[in-house]
């Protein structure tokens, strides 16, 4: 007998409701393996860190081994001050010193820095350059690992060139960045500030005429010439410009000139390695006793002791804080470094500092974003957004172009052998 008041098909809702349910915990389990493997769960990989190195590319050859050595102290102790980890400990930095010069030349040689930038390239482990010391060698090694995003610092560069439009020669920078892409910073104010504000001290030490030589070469070449547009537009008056030969054996023959000129001040664009000493001993030794003005290119010991005697008095122009006038966290590395070094650091030292401390903040950023370490368009990328960066010379960006939001510089004086801060510069 059939009981009508009792359905004759079951409902089949709670079946098919454990199948989903049983269907949705396979997904997540699924789901929580992919996590795991793929990820940290946080949207971000999960960073197995590793070992890069970072390079410096220096002229440890020749005379401005004085200077670059400080350079190369410094980078050691800023990474030493990390125990050259980052990201939590979990990646190693590898530092490597390179030298781009060569006992041939005396000095940085286009043939040792176009084979290291190839290298640099050729290592994808290699993350990152700090350098170069010359602008002439930027130019070379900039073209070259650029299309591979490689990211350079310079501590040191101060051709605006290289990284401003209508500030150097009329195909750069562009020429210097084939994919189009930058990947060149640096961290000390330009050429075109500098040379400038070294033409407004020329006026305000009360010269009204001016003889300008240069070493004819990019950087001396080029700064000179910026000194000398300004120089004009404040009224001074030129009255000559000649470029040397590094290899000249004496320069008697323009010092004679200079004399006859009878100039209030003589400008010199140039570095120390270009024999820089002796030009400015002839220049002294026929009897000149006006003002000598010289760039941070000679900015160092390796300048006073070509010199000699005949460096009393000149004047020098650094783009940024001599190492005694240093306060705060700049000061107190100055100390620090005088005891680990038992000597006292050359100006573009701190600058090799604040560079390795850009790198390791850019790791960091890398690392928060998920991000590997070898990942060369990365750690690009992270230099490149550097907004208001806490150095040990305080706050700065890096802009679009590469250029530091840095500005201060200085003027100083070689006094009893020493350079001497006289004033700030540009200000």
């Known amino acids: 007998m059939v009981n009508d008041d009792k359905p004759r098909n079951l409902p089949r809702q709670p079946c098919l409701l454990m199948k989903s349910m049983r269907q949705l915990y396979y997904l997540l389990i699924a789901a929580s393996i992919v996590c795991l493997t793929i990820t940290s769960c946080s949207g971000a990989p999960d960073n197995p860190g590793g070992v890069v190195t970072v390079v410096s590319d220096l002229p440890m050859t020749g005379s401005s081994l004085i200077q670059t050595q400080t350079i190369v102290?410094?980078?050691?102790?800023?990474?030493e001050s990390n125990n050259h980890k980052v990201c939590g400990g979990k990646w190693t930095i590898n530092y490597r010193s390179y030298d781009d010069a060569s006992a041939a030349l005396g000095k940085w040689d286009p043939e040792v820095t176009d084979?290291?930038?190839?290298?640099?390239?050729?290592?994808?482990?290699?993350?990152?350059?700090?350098?170069?010391?010359?602008?002439?060698?930027?130019?070379?090694?900039?073209?070259?690992?650029?299309?591979?995003?490689?990211?350079?610092?310079?501590p040191a560069n101060t051709w605006p060139g290289l990284t401003k439009a209508g500030k150097g020669e009329k195909d750069e920078p562009e020429k210097y960045?084939?994919?189009g892409i930058r990947n060149y910073a640096r961290v000390i104010p330009t050429d075109d500030l500098q040379g400038s504000a070294a033409a407004q001290w020329t006026k305000d030490l009360g010269a009204h005429s001016v003889f300008i030589l240069d070493d004819q070469e990019f950087y001396g070449k080029g700064i000179a010439e910026i000194y000398q547009r300004s120089a004009a537009n404040l009224?001074?008056?030129i009255l000559g410009r000649e470029g040397i030969h590094r290899t000249a054996t004496d320069y008697k023959t323009l010092a004679n000139k200079i004399k006859e000129a009878n100039p209030d001040l003589v400008y010199f664009g140039g570095n120390s390695q270009n024999n820089a000493?002796?030009?400015?001993?002839?220049?002294?030794?026929?009897?000149?006793?006006?003002?000598?003005?010289?760039?941070?290119?000679?900015?160092?010991?390796?300048?006073?002791?070509?010199?000699?005697?005949?460096?009393?008095?000149?004047?020098?122009?650094?783009?940024?804080?001599?190492?005694?006038?240093?306060?705060?966290?700049?000061g107190q590395w100055r100390e620090d470094y005088k005891v680990k070094f038992k000597t006292e650091p050359q100006p573009f030292a701190l600058y090799g500092y604040v560079s390795a401390q850009l790198i390791m903040d850019s790791f960091e950023r890398v690392c928060k974003a998920g991000k590997l370490l070898t990942d060369r368009?990365?750690?690009?990328?992270?230099?490149?957004?550097?907004?208001?960066?806490?150095?040990i010379v305080g706050k700065f960006s890096i802009d679009a172009n590469g250029d530091?939001?840095?500005?201060?510089?200085?003027?100083?004086?070689?006094?009893?052998?020493?350079i001497e801060f006289v004033t700030l510069l540009g200000q």
Do not use: C, W
């Open 73 to 79: 102290n410094a980078i050691s102790m800023a990474f």
């Open 377 to 391: 368009k990365a750690v690009r990328e992270a230099v490149f957004a550097t907004k208001d960066f806490e150095s």
């Open 177 to 179: 960045y084939p994919n």
């Open 277 to 330: 000493g002796q030009l400015v001993k002839d220049i002294r030794r026929i009897g000149y006793k006006g003002l000598i003005m010289v760039p941070n290119g000679m900015a160092d010991d390796a300048f006073i002791k070509s010199a000699e005697e005949a460096a009393e008095g000149v004047y020098v122009i650094f783009s940024g804080i001599p190492p005694e006038k240093l306060t705060g966290k700049a």
């Open 235 to 237: 009224g001074l008056k």
């Open 404 to 418: 530091t939001s840095i500005s201060t510089m200085s003027g100083s004086q070689v006094r009893k052998g020493k």
């Open 115 to 154: 084979r290291n930038a190839r290298e640099y390239v050729a290592n994808t482990n290699f993350v990152a350059v700090i350098g170069t010391f010359n602008s002439d060698a930027a130019a070379i090694m900039i073209p070259i690992i650029n299309p591979e995003q490689l990211v350079m610092i310079s």
